[in-house]
């Protein structure tokens, strides 16, 4: 074959990702015992997109063959899963549900069949209700059952999963759940974000450790990140303290302690300064130093754009990430008018620079990226979607990755967010991501265009322009 314009690896991985609460449904089933999401959606279904809640899901419980099939199909050799950790530990702590034993076996087996590598996380923000019942992260004892949820999980499945990740975007439950109102337990309270930040990477760097000490052969443990560039609006100083600001507390509270194994000293002084500094043990730097990662996926959508703040905030008032910055509508910037969020294809090159240069060129994916379109119906012609502009957001983004990787990033793969369209936390299902529509009613799964143009793209490892 000739080489193409944009040839990318033989060993590239090419796939996509999702997470349980979004597609296995089947909540009440094969023993799961209840995570946040169903209960906030009992108590405030008003707060959900048409109040659509997580029971309604694509299914995957029951049809995890048939889109395996799909997946093979449409040229995927490798696929992120997340483990529910309220299916496999009922109440999150205690005995072990051999039925979810099962589950995650068969879907484990299937995909190995099928020559699919599974990429299996363990949090992608369900916690389990009984935990946040006593606390969640904000309790350091979560961070042992988390911990023993890990080792669980990696002694049951290490002997064929290679590739595992702790958390997804763990800063995303921090700003949710604890300072913007948007996932329960909906606290807003910047001292407390930052302790739940902080168990975060206890649990995270603790689960690195036992997965170290059990050896897995050929195993690779990381976590999955959601790196936003943090531009400022122009040179002067003041902007730049703003991005510098932003990327710290976005972006770097979670990338230093997992890559590096410290957090930046900046971010330490000024949580210090305002009296927000978490409570710390004794052995944690030690621990967090000695558990860095071997593999980072990364997440991105799209860049934060920052400027210096134009009013100060009352320093009276309660402590804020966003005293120190504003966010900026950047005149001219190019969005994704069905979503409302910025494309900037750069930004995926940008933060393989960044990872190459100042994090020991780890070894990185891009774990998601992925485009959201709302009434995607609309689309339809004879019974497909003609996604074309996923094709070009697609296209585009890997011409960035594909410059890294000349440039010498250690950059291994590319996961579309999503396989088929799934049910989004309080988004339900407003913005539509997948490979492949589904309708809700019959469960049917569709191929998308994106799905083909993929399909060729992997099989050839690459395209011309
Ligand atoms: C990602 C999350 O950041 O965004 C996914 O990891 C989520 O879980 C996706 O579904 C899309 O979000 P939204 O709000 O556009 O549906």
């Known amino acids: 074959m000739t080489e193409q314009q944009y040839q990318f690896p033989k060993d590239f991985w090419w796939g996509s990702a999702t997470s349980a609460t979004q597609i296995e449904g089947a909540?009440?089933?094969?023993?799961?015992?209840?995570?946040?999401?169903?209960?906030?959606?009992?108590?405030?279904?008003?707060?959900?997109?048409?109040q659509v809640g997580p029971e309604y899901t694509s299914d995957f419980y029951h049809r995890y063959q048939e889109d395996i099939a799909l997946m093979k199909e449409y040229g995927h050799n490798s696929f992120r899963l997340s483990i529910s950790w309220s299916r496999l530990i009922p109440g999150g702590t205690g005995e072990v549900n051999q039925e979810a034993v099962s589950f995650y076996n068969h879907v484990i087996d299937e995909l190995i069949k099928q020559e699919i590598e599974p990429f299996v996380n363990l949090f992608h923000f369900d916690m389990p209700l009984e935990l946040q019942e006593i606390g969640g992260w904000e309790n350091r004892d979560v961070t042992d059952m988390y911990q023993q949820y890990a080792k669980t999980a990696f002694e049951l499945f290490g002997d064929r999963v290679k590739k595992w990740f702790t958390f997804n975007e763990p800063i995303v439950p921090v700003e949710g759940g604890y300072l913007y109102n948007f996932h329960y337990p909906n606290i807003v309270d910047a001292k407390r974000a930052f302790q739940v930040a902080y168990h975060t990477i206890i649990a995270h760097a603790k689960a690195v450790?036992?997965?170290?000490?059990?050896?897995?052969?050929?195993?690779?443990?990381?976590?999955?990140?959601?790196?936003?560039p943090s531009y400022p609006r122009s040179e002067n100083p003041a902007?730049?303290?703003?991005?510098?600001?932003?990327?710290?507390?976005?972006?770097?509270s979670f990338l230093d302690p997992a890559?590096?194994?410290?957090?930046?000293?900046?971010?330490?002084?000024?949580?210090?300064?305002?009296?927000?500094?978490?409570?710390?043990?004794?052995?944690?730097?030690?621990?967090?130093?000695?558990?860095?990662i071997d593999l980072l996926g990364v997440n991105y959508y799209q860049p934060r754009r920052v400027k210096a703040k134009e009013h100060l905030?009352?320093?009276?008032?309660?402590?804020?990430?966003?005293?120190?910055?504003?966010?900026?509508?950047?005149?001219?910037?190019?969005?994704?008018?069905?979503r409302g969020w910025e494309i900037y294809e750069?930004?995926?090159?940008?933060?393989?620079?960044?990872?190459?240069?100042?994090?020991?060129?780890?070894?990185?994916?891009?774990?998601?990226n992925g485009m959201g379109v709302q009434n995607e119906e609309r689309f339809i012609v004879d019974g497909q979607v003609q996604d074309d502009y996923r094709i070009t957001f697609i296209r585009d983004h890997l011409k960035w990755l594909h410059q890294a990787i000349e440039e010498g990033c250690h950059a291994k793969g590319y996961h579309l967010w999503t396989t088929m369209d799934n049910w989004s936390w309080a988004n339900a299902y407003k913005n539509r991501y997948g490979f492949f529509s589904v309708n809700l009613e019959t469960k049917e799964r569709t191929p998308k265009k994106s799905a083909y143009w993929f399909k060729r793209i992997s099989e050839r490892h690459g395209f011309d322009d």
Not at 34 to 41: F, L, R
Not at 209 to 228: H, P, Q, R, S
Not at 316 to 331: K, V
């Open 27 to 50: 909540a009440d089933e094969g023993g799961r015992g209840k995570n946040i999401w169903d209960y906030w959606y009992e108590i405030e279904p008003e707060r959900f997109y048409n």
């Open 239 to 252: 902007d730049k303290r703003a991005a510098h600001i932003a990327d710290l507390f976005f972006n770097r």
């Open 346 to 368: 750069k930004g995926i090159y940008d933060i393989m620079i960044n990872l190459r240069d100042n994090y020991h060129n780890i070894d990185s994916f891009i774990s998601e």
């Open 259 to 292: 890559v590096l194994g410290y957090y930046p000293q900046d971010l330490l002084d000024l949580l210090a300064e305002y009296g927000h500094l978490p409570e710390i043990e004794g052995d944690d730097a030690a621990l967090i130093r000695e558990n860095t």
């Open 313 to 338: 905030p009352n320093p009276h008032g309660p402590f804020m990430p966003d005293w120190f910055f504003d966010n900026y509508e950047m005149p001219g910037r190019r969005m994704n008018e069905y």
């Open 209 to 228: 450790k036992v997965f170290k000490k059990l050896g897995i052969k050929d195993g690779k443990i990381g976590i999955i990140l959601n790196l936003t």
